[in-house]
DNA sequence: GTCTATATTCCGATAGAC
DNA sequence: GTCTATCGGAATATAGAC
């Protein structure tokens, strides 16, 4: 769940990932958010003073959010696998069903080459600790026999981000019901058979 | 295979493909194209009256290349749909092998909000095409016993879509090697069992 | 912390000469 | 078909008053 902005700070960060998850790093301006806050533009660069800054606290706002998720989870060993992975689907199912929004990974690895190699580093150790993450349930559910696939369960995981990644923005381009088509068939792939 | 460059206009069309699926539409101008071949911001737009005119034009560009290999591959039918499966697979290879290029789908669904209407409507026109096309020799893999996969073959093949384009845009955050296994991948949860 | 004002640069686009 | 020149606008960013 989105934190509830208090101060102009939180409104600019907020309405930063907003509009970097709806039209991308590239294409909103300082103008874009001070205008849509009702405030003007020195005030924003007074929070942050460049746009990398900002990118850069959108970046670790969304580490946070995902290590307090996973924090909350607890480990794979005491997990409901199924639930697990249906609470990191759900991340993006709520991106859908806000204004269609893309993943993090999705807008800034399109744009990976026009952001800076602080943005760039900063997102590397983001992806690895969710995709750290994803392998150990995985594992843990083949373990058990709840999840059924073959090979590496790295492998796996880079594909479960990579159909997820790439089905917000295949969505936008048809429909959002292939979304939810995609999530069943993610799904369904993964029961036993 | 890309066709040469044989005049200014030509060059225009290629290097902006380029640019598009590099850096994204939001991410290049006039100018990077002009000074890059040698010519003036003027000549670029005469060619391309309009960055809009320019993008549909790498629509169109890639839709042909599209219609001219599957009416090399036959109908599915009389095709050794594994063969077919990895025609479709190259594009996206030669894609991650040229400068870490990304899909036209990873492209422009990520910035599917801040292009005209025109372009939204040609981009979901060619999705369509590649989607219809991709589902025929699903089905046929699977009614031949070479594919095998859970239920329909249009959500398999948005799936496959999917895939393949959050992973050329994941394996720019970690590396060249991930999308190699994400294909490897791919494949190995087609064959049968 | 927010404002006005401004500096600087860049962008898309066009007019008119060659 | 390409050039020079330029317009109008938008972008990032900063200085200094309040």
């Known amino acids: ?32 958010i001070s205008s849509s806050l009702g405030v003007k533009n020195a005030a924003v660069h007074y929070h942050f003073g460049s746009k990398e800054d900002l990118l850069l606290a959108i970046i670790e706002e969304n ?3 995902f290590e307090q998720m ?5 480990t794979a060993g005491h997990m409901e ?25 999705g807008s800034l690895g399109s744009d990976f080459f026009t952001i800076g190699p602080k943005g760039q580093t900063s997102l590397k150790l983001l992806s690895e600790k969710i995709l750290a993450w994803l392998s150990e349930i995985l594992t843990e559910g083949r373990k058990r026999g ?9 492998i796996k995981a880079m594909m479960l981000c990579s159909a997820l990644a790439g089905g917000l923005q295949l969505a936008r381009i048809s429909e959002k019901k292939d979304f939810y088509n995609l999530v069943d068939q993610i799904k369904s792939d993964l029961k036993p058979s």
């Open 146 to 154: 709840e999840f059924e696939f073959k090979g590496h369960a790295r």
């Open 63 to 65: 580490r946070k959010r």
């Open 1 to 32: 769940m989105v934190k509830k902005p208090e101060n102009t700070k939180q409104k600019i960060l907020l309405l930063g990932e907003k509009l970097l998850k709806e039209k991308g790093i590239n294409a909103f301006s300082y103008h874009d």
């Open 70 to 74: 996973i924090q909350q989870m607890g």
């Open 81 to 105: 696998v199924w639930n697990g992975l249906q609470e990191f689907i759900n991340i993006y199912i709520s991106s859908i069903e806000n204004n269609r929004q893309i993943c993090l990974f």
